[in-house]
């Protein structure tokens, strides 16, 4: 039997590829199977502060029958990752009543599910949430939205940058995003064929870069590298990544352009680097096949668990099915770091990567 509700929908933190088709597989599952009333808050909690509400229909973007949302990146309905959310908890949790809201799906990563979760918690909302982010550092699930796409761009950007290092015998370094996290650099550092790949979850020292680096030339004769090291990385005698000191660093210090910076000073033989930052680019972009699906499953889930009722759970990806998870269960182990014994490093280490001095 049909209960009429009216569910909100809002997607918060880092925009990623892969939202819009979350927003897609809502609005058709929620009005299609149950007739409710699907409305998008945009811009997160900034819009629930503002009571903004856009009505959104199964085909409403479309153009002569063309559905974009499934192919489209970012996010229809905008996202913020910043705010005083805080200062106004009060009056976003008297938003949801005063939008009439049933439900809540919120899809967004560790930082803004979290924030959710407290208004949530003291407003008495049904809150659903879908993962999403390209760090990919949501516990309780395999996969969150957008990480699969960004996995591939980098991977992508590996493979130019291999042929032009390979013809000028240069090492070049890769910067990725990942906050605290380095699933993006190791994932993608496997797939691109890297030679040296730095996460945070891992120190490294720059001495066994170079030494990594040396071994190349001289036991194999590949007189190129590919460097890729997660925004976080850290080095083995927890100093800082960036030293500030150096003249060439901005003041955010970019750890590319630092590593770069010792690998000049540190190694003994002569190196040409070249610093390349991925940045936004790895957001960007249509969202791959199996984002498409993660995000559709993911949406059809959500709005089920509101049919059912459930409070505050978060779907997830777990062994090639999609689950429910407690949403404070996750919370309590987010972000989730790489494990530095986990077959992914094993398998780097196996295949003669570099991925930091890992303690046996
Ligand atoms: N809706 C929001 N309002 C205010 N601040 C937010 C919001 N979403 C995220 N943030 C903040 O932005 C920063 C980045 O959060 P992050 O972990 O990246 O979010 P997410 O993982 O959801 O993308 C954190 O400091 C977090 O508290
Ligand atoms: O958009 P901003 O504020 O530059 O954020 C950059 C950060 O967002 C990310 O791209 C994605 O992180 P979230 O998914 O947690 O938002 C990080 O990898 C990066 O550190
Ligand atoms: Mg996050």
Redesign the pocket.
């Known amino acids: 039997m049909k209960t009429q509700k009216r569910i909100g929908i809002l997607t918060s933190?880092?925009d990623?590829p892969g939202l819009n088709a979350v927003i897609r597989a809502v609005v058709s599952h929620a009005t299609l199977t149950y007739d409710w009333e699907v409305i998008g808050i945009p811009y997160a909690t900034q819009g629930l502060l503002e009571q903004k509400a856009i009505a959104l229909s199964r085909h409403g973007l479309d153009l002569r029958g063309i559905d974009p949302l499934l192919s489209m990146g970012g996010t229809i309905l905008g996202s913020i990752?910043k705010g005083n959310t805080l200062e106004h908890a009060d009056e976003i949790i008297a938003s949801y009543q005063a939008l009439a809201l049933d439900a809540l799906i919120a899809v967004g990563?560790?930082?803004s599910l979290s924030i959710l979760n407290d208004l949530a918690c003291r407003g008495n909302w049904q809150l659903v949430a879908v993962p999403?982010?390209?760090?990919n550092d949501v516990a309780l699930t395999e996969r969150s939205i957008g990480f699969d796409t960004a996995v591939n761009t980098i991977t992508d950007a590996l493979n130019r940058l291999t042929f032009t290092a390979a013809s000028h015998d240069r090492v070049m370094i890769v910067e990725v995003?990942?906050?605290s996290t380095g699933h993006l650099a190791l994932h993608a550092g496997i797939a691109g064929g890297a030679d040296v790949i730095l996460l945070p979850e891992i120190p490294y020292s720059i001495q066994g870069v170079c030494r990594t680096l040396a071994e190349l030339r001289d036991r194999w004769a590949h007189k190129f590298a590919i460097v890729v090291v997660a925004?976080g990385a850290k080095t083995t005698n927890e100093v800082l990544s960036c030293d500030p000191a150096l003249p060439s660093l901005t003041p955010q210090c970019g750890i590319g352009q630092y590593i770069a910076e010792q690998i000049s000073r540190y190694s003994t033989m002569p190196i040409d680097t070249r610093v390349s930052v991925l940045g936004?680019i790895?957001?960007g972009g249509i969202p791959s096949a199996l984002d498409r699906l993660v995000a559709t499953t993911f949406g059809k889930a959500a709005v089920d668990l509101v049919a059912q009722g459930q409070l505050r759970q978060m779907v997830a990806w777990q062994n090639g099915r999609v689950v429910a998870v407690p949403l404070a269960e996750v919370l309590a182990h987010s972000p989730l770091p790489v494990d530095p014994n986990g077959y992914l490093v094993k398998t780097a280490q196996a295949l003669g990567i570099y991925v930091g001095d890992v303690l046996a």
Do not use: F, L, V, W
């Open positions: 933190g880092g990623c990752n990563g560790d930082g999403k982010t390209i760090d995003m990942g906050r925004e936004h790895q957001r």
